[in-house]
């Protein structure tokens, strides 16, 4: 009978799922996020405003000029003009760099004595800034080397490793599954008790000898497997339209992404049981989900440069546990033999058993 029953309820929350219109967001909104936010969410600085004020004129300042002239990094303009017209320009948002190379530069290198260059950066974007610094001080020093090789006698040598060719779309894709499969069961979720609130269907489940159990079952099952698909979805769209690299363990991929929208849907739960409205129930979890999924998952920023209260709220939300081990998955490819792989997904696994039992716990068969 109570097999009989849960089979029923299931059918039923198919059957309402495939009739209703949301059915449809549960893979558009996925492939939304990720189309959008991989192609729109670039770290690299290209084609920098760069203006230049030449007052040595002489071989080796026209050499960093022509080096900054044919990079992709910069679109270098060399101006006649006073320091205060320039700094001007840059106030009215017409460039981003200003280089003034000053009289005597050349001959001061020459006889081995203090030169200096002045580079004034619109620091308005502080991450924007500190890459067009680096960007700036590469070419100097590039330049340096290749010309004064006696001044500077130790050579640079660097390598990237896991994402050689430093691409956006490796750094940025993979943390938006994470962000996607956060936010998109937990929305679905969310929608599934405070419906029934709404509507007062919720009484057949007070009514029924459902148990609470099999009424969660009979809930976030069809949820449950609907984005267990996505899982597959999102990894054929990062590795074969973004074409990111996947170097290590597809098991571990999905199994950890199970898991981790396992508890997509508890959050979704707990928010469902707590509210009565659908609207706030959305809104809610948006809140709960996209702000934290954008500044804990590492995609802006490395959780490892956060301090203090920043670097305590981050370990609290999951999506920095379940990133660690997507980024290892796609770029690095230790797999189960790392440790801190292992580590977090045990706390993913603590996460996902917490959040049902609060469900279950704050889930009440009877009128308030």
Do not use: C
């Not at 059915?23 to 690299?44: A, H, K």
């Not at 009484?203 to 949820?223: G, H, M, R």
């Not at 440790?339 to 469900?359: D, P």
């Amino acid at each position: 009978m109570r097999v009989q029953l849960l089979g029923a309820y299931l059918r039923k929350e198919i059957m309402e799922l495939f009739r209703s219109r949301i059915l449809f967001m549960v893979y558009i909104l996925p492939t939304m996020i990720l189309l959008l936010f991989g192609y729109g969410i670039r770290l690299e600085v290209t084609h920098a405003r760069t203006l230049i004020i030449d007052r040595d004129n002489s071989s080796l300042s026209l050499n960093l000029i022509n080096a900054l002239e044919h990079s992709k990094y910069f679109d270098a303009k060399v101006l006649a003009s006073s320091d205060q017209n320039a700094l001007h320009t840059m106030q009215q948002a017409k460039a981003d760099i200003i280089i003034i190379i000053p009289p005597s530069f050349e001959r001061d290198l020459l006889h081995k004595n203090p030169a200096e260059i002045g580079i004034y950066i619109d620091g308005s974007y502080p991450m924007r800034a500190l890459t067009m610094q680096s960007y700036v001080e590469g070419v100097i020093l590039h330049l340096a080397q290749t010309l004064l090789p006696k001044a500077l006698p130790i050579q640079i040598e660097y390598r990237a490793l896991f994402n050689q060719s430093m691409r956006d779309e490796n750094a940025i894709v993979p943390g938006l599954i994470g962000l996607v499969l956060l936010v998109a069961p937990a929305i679905l979720a969310a929608l599934l008790i405070v419906k029934e609130k709404e509507l007062g269907t919720i009484f057949n489940f007070y009514s029924s000898p459902l148990s609470k159990s099999d009424f969660l079952i009979a809930k976030l099952t069809p949820v449950f497997l609907l984005h267990s698909l996505n899982i597959f979805i999102l990894f054929l769209w990062a590795t074969y339209l973004f074409k990111v690299p996947f170097r290590g363990n597809f098991w571990l991929y999905w199994g950890v992404s199970e898991l981790y929208v396992l508890i997509s849907v508890g959050i979704g739960l707990l928010v469902s049981i707590v509210t009565n409205r659908q609207i706030v129930a959305v809104v809610l979890t948006v809140i709960i989900t996209v702000i934290p999924g954008f500044l804990y998952s590492g995609i802006l920023m490395p959780i490892s440069s956060m301090k203090g209260e920043s670097a305590i709220e981050a370990h609290i939300f999951p999506v920095m546990y379940y990133n660690h081990i997507i980024y290892d998955a796609f770029l690095i490819g230790t797999g189960f033999s790392s440790a801190k792989n292992l580590l977090y997904a045990a706390i993913l696994t603590l996460y996902a058993l917490l959040l049902l039992f609060l469900g279950w716990a704050l889930l009440k068969k009877e009128l308030k």
